[in-house]
């Protein structure tokens, strides 16, 4: 009287914002095997030697040679699982394993030199084409998932797209951070870029407590911002009805 069902995702607290990103646990007597719990015990057996997946695979194929792995997996009845092997090639290794080359470029220390974190509706549609519109030479764009920051990289022009921020901000070619993730990131991410020697431009806010803004103001006090340059985006002094304000107080 077993039956055997296929789990259609991680389990419970999947796609639940106040589980996975807030971290609202669910009550172990309430729900046994949350999507956490799952993974784990699933670790669990696979540190142990409890589960091999080997057996499973029937194919592996070069990355470069994945047309053919597809045509196999729709065409030979034998193929169950099929690896895709990556190679590590020199140039995105020299920068993260959780890195993209999308575009091999050459960059001029004589310009800035600009890497993206965050590519929302904002980053992506106002100040990536404004950065582009200056000159800016784009480096690299980080995004927390990676699939975001490869597609908007490879659409505007980007050498890398990454899912490693602390990476991005340590890159020696980098010479400017742009700044445009949740508010409240901005605070912590500045002081990041900015102890690292970094020109920092930050969209709105550049805080949000007054803790924030002093960890900030310690580290502009340090030797390294003597040459670098710390810019908040206030987005809202070019909005058309701030103009119309502006001209009507000087009519007043």
């Known amino acids: 009287e077993l039956s055997f ?15 996975e990103e807030k971290g609202n646990d669910y009550p172990l007597g ?4 949350t999507e956490q719990r799952n993974f784990e015990a699933i670790l669990e057996l696979l540190s142990l030697g409890k589960l091999n997946f080997k057996p499973l695979i029937t194919h592996r194929y070069a990355f470069e040679d994945a047309v053919t ?27 993260s394993e959780h890195s993209t080359l999308i575009d091999n470029q050459q960059f001029s220390p004589a310009k800035s030199i ?19 519109s200056a000159d800016a030479q784009l480096h690299s764009i980080s995004t927390s998932g990676g699939i975001n920051s490869a597609v908007i990289g490879k659409k505007n022009g980007f050498a890398y797209a990454t899912s490693d921020t602390p990476s991005l901000m340590k890159n020696s070619e980098i010479n400017t951070i742009v700044i445009a ?26 805080a949000i407590t007054l803790d924030q803004l002093e960890s900030i103001k310690n580290v502009t006090a340090s030797e390294k911002m003597s040459s670098t340059r710390l810019m908040v985006g206030f987005n809202r002094r070019f909005s ?13």
Not at 69 to 95: H, M, P, Q, R
């Open 181 to 206: 993730t949740q508010h409240n990131s901005h605070a912590s991410l500045v002081c990041d870029a900015l102890a690292e020697g970094k020109n920092v431009f930050v969209e709105k806010p550049l």
């Open 240 to 252: 058309p009805h701030v103009k119309k304000n502006k001209i009507f107080a000087r009519i007043c």
């Open 69 to 95: 792995a597809y045509t196999a997996l729709t065409d030979d009845a034998s193929s169950l699982g099929i690896v895709l092997k990556y190679s590590e090639n020199d140039s995105a290794s020299k920068f």
């Open 114 to 132: 600009v890497g993206f974190v965050g590519a929302g509706n904002y980053a992506s549609r106002v100040l990536i084409p404004a950065f582009k």
């Open 30 to 33: 309430f729900v046994r095997w």
């Open 5 to 19: 069902q296929v789990s259609c995702s991680y389990g419970p607290g999947r796609y639940d914002e106040n589980y």
